[in-house]
């Protein structure tokens, strides 16, 4: 991962050009990286807030040999891979909200989306849109956010070298990508386990069309969150927008 680079000063969003890429056959581990998005996006067609030259905004396209499927695993394998990053090269350390949401004192760090170019049965391209937040001062946050955001710079008092941690990012990255074509979820679930801040957690979880409420009781070998509901049913949810509660 990370042979194969292609840098922008600035672009709408690396994740829409890696989009482009994958279809047009770019090989395993091209990287698509700039220093400010003009459009960047988010999940559930969230605009992305992307400063220039303050964060990490970068696309990674990988194609491992496995069934569609499994591809959402790929959000909680990155979202590890990110946290042991950052975690080497700073006093922080995140907490992952599920899916892949990085927290650090409550706040949002990182976020994670990930694309899927899929035949039936086939993965052809998982698309890794990676955005952290490094070393923006809080008035670089648009309004709107400033209460549920932070930086690295934010958080530990110190600016932060966004090429090693891109370096560290990718490094773990293959690792950790690696390790679950070879061996399964099993090994990075127990890292995400112990990096998580919601299992145990009183969320609530909005869906497309319905939201619920309930303790969080852990994720299963497909990464699928399990909510106890009031009523004592048990709940998976695949995807959903994630509020933990105070109590
Ligand atoms: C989220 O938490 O909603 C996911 C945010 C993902 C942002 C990154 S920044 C690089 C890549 N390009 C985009 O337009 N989005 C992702």
Not at 34 to 39: H, S, V
Not at 116 to 126: F, Y
Request: a negative charge; charged letters at 25%; hydrophobic letters at 40%.
């Amino acid at each position: 991962i990370g042979r194969n680079i292609a840098y922008y000063p600035v672009c709408e969003s690396t994740q829409t050009i890696a989009s482009e890429k994958a279809s047009e056959q770019a090989p395993h581990g091209t990287v698509i990286i700039t220093e400010q998005q003009t459009a960047g996006r988010g999940r559930l067609e969230r605009p992305w807030d992307s400063s220039a030259n303050k964060g990490i905004w970068m696309s990674v396209i990988i194609r491992p040999e496995i069934s569609p499927q499994f591809a959402a695993q790929f959000t909680l394998v990155s979202a590890v891979a990110i946290t042991l990053a950052i975690e080497d090269l700073t006093d922080c350390s995140p907490a992952i909200k599920w899916p892949n949401d990085l927290l650090i004192n409550g706040k949002k760090v990182t976020g994670i989306l990930t694309e899927l170019q899929a035949d039936m049965d086939r993965v052809q391209a998982i698309i890794i849109g990676i955005g952290v937040n490094v070393n923006q001062d809080l008035e670089a946050f648009d309004e709107s956010i400033q209460s549920i955001a932070t930086s690295l710079k934010m958080e530990s008092g110190q600016e932060v070298n966004r090429a090693e941690l891109v370096a560290k990012i990718l490094f773990y990255l293959e690792k950790y990508a690696d390790m679950y074509v070879e061996n399964g979820f099993e090994p990075i679930k127990l890292l995400w386990e112990s990096y998580n801040c919601t299992i145990g957690k009183r969320i609530r979880a909005n869906m497309l069309r319905e939201t619920v409420e309930g303790v969080a009781m852990g994720i299963t070998n497909d990464g699928v969150l399990e909510l106890k509901l009031d009523n004592g049913e048990i709940r998976g949810i695949y995807s959903a927008d994630i509020h933990l509660m105070n109590k």
